[in-house]
């Protein structure tokens, strides 16, 4: 998010542009994601950011030089109960009015594309070809390098540790390498906005939320154009990693925390959902794995907007598992309000304030 950002507003042409990272370039959520990219949301803006940003997934290598791994095999959700089935299909007319081509599909079909998953007890499946996955830290340093030529300054192992303002006005970041002065914040700290806010006096509701993911050994004849899978019932889900799997899944037990370390308590319950709906993965043998942070909000949905006070304080954060998918559209969205442009999709109700407003704005479709 934070690259995306920078890059989008010195290639705007907005001088002296400086993205301040804590550690190395990645190293927080981002290098942790599973990588997936898509535009099946059941909130409108969602699909729009998420079609937005798939276009500019597909021309990254041509606008930026670097390859990112882009496969765009689809994303195919296993649907399970007449609830679910309901849900995606009115997921699926908006997005189809929204120009995304995903469509409802039966559980024959979603075995051919999926073949290691069982259809037993499968009502229906919702998939869009135009969805896929690919690399994370790839695309964020596609973005820093491409920052960089038009201009903006990257400062690596470089800790904010304050917000200077005068009255309403900012007038300086603190770090633990020197004040930089400044007329104006953009916040894109994840997981750790809400402390980066408070520096400002502006509370924004995120907090952190361990999810894990495993990698498995080579897996004879992968299909190549296999689709992220996920099973919405359990939010089991895979893709090709390499000649093996990524697999996932939310773990309910978890707590919020900053914690990253990985464990096994989530293992017994991975299991049963792969008995139930992918039993091929059972006999799979786990190479490695690691666990990263979703910055989560009570409505699953993101935080965009600039605050009331201080002036010019903007913030991108709280995406609760989508930032990574949706940072190309989100780049463009924060460098116009920054410039005092209408962006291409109103994020009028992103705002912070909707939580005091008592204006949530849930997003259904979650993994």
Not at 12 to 33: F, H, K, N, P, Q
Not at 125 to 146: I, L, N, Q, R
Not at 197 to 223: H, K, S
Request: net charge negative; hydrophobic share 40%; aromatic share 6%.
């Amino acid at each position: 998010m934070g690259t995306s950002i920078a890059y989008q507003l010195a290639r705007a042409g907005v001088r002296d542009v400086v993205l301040v990272e804590r550690d190395e370039l990645a190293s927080g959520s981002t290098s942790r994601a599973a990588g997936g990219v898509r535009a099946q949301f059941s909130d409108e803006l969602n699909i729009q950011l998420g079609a937005r940003s798939l276009e500019a997934f597909a021309r990254f290598g041509d606008e930026t030089g670097h390859d990112i791994g882009l496969h765009q095999v689809g994303y195919l959700f296993l649907l399970s109960t007449p609830e679910e089935v309901a849900a995606f299909e009115a997921g699926v007319r908006l997005q189809n009015e929204l120009g995304v081509p995903s469509r409802m599909i039966d559980p024959a079909e979603a075995r051919r594309l999926s073949p290691l998953i069982t259809t037993d007890g499968l009502l229906a499946a919702a998939f869009s070809p135009d969805d896929g996955h690919c690399t994370p830290e790839a695309v964020v340093h596609g973005y820093a390098a491409a920052a960089r030529r038009h201009g903006a300054t990257v400062v690596r192992h470089c800790e904010v540790t304050g917000i200077e303002t005068q009255g309403d006005e900012i007038t300086a970041v603190a770090t633990d390498r020197g004040r930089i002065a400044t007329p104006a914040v953009v916040c894109a700290a994840g997981a750790w906005s809400r402390a980066v806010g408070a520096m400002a006096g502006v509370d924004l509701p995120v907090e952190p939320l361990r999810r894990q993911i495993a990698i498995t050994e080579p897996v004879p004849d992968l299909p190549p154009d296999l689709p992220m899978t996920i099973d919405f019932t359990s939010s089991l889900y895979f893709h090709t990693e390499g000649p093996g799997l990524l697999v996932g899944m939310s773990d309910p037990d978890e707590t919020p925390g900053f914690a990253t370390g990985t464990h096994d308590r989530w293992i017994p319950r991975l299991a049963e959902a792969m008995e139930r709906r992918a039993p091929a993965l059972l006999d799979l043998r786990r190479t490695g794995g690691w666990a990263g942070l979703y910055e989560i909000t009570p409505d699953h949905n993101a935080l965009i907007g600039e605050a009331s006070s201080p002036s010019r304080f903007l913030y991108a954060t709280g995406f609760s598992g989508h930032g990574f998918l949706q940072g190309p559209a989100v780049g463009e969205v924060v460098r116009d309000l920054f410039l005092g442009h209408d962006p291409f999709v109103d994020i009028t109700p992103l705002r912070a304030e909707r939580f005091a407003a008592d204006a949530l704005r849930p997003e259904v479709n979650c993994v």
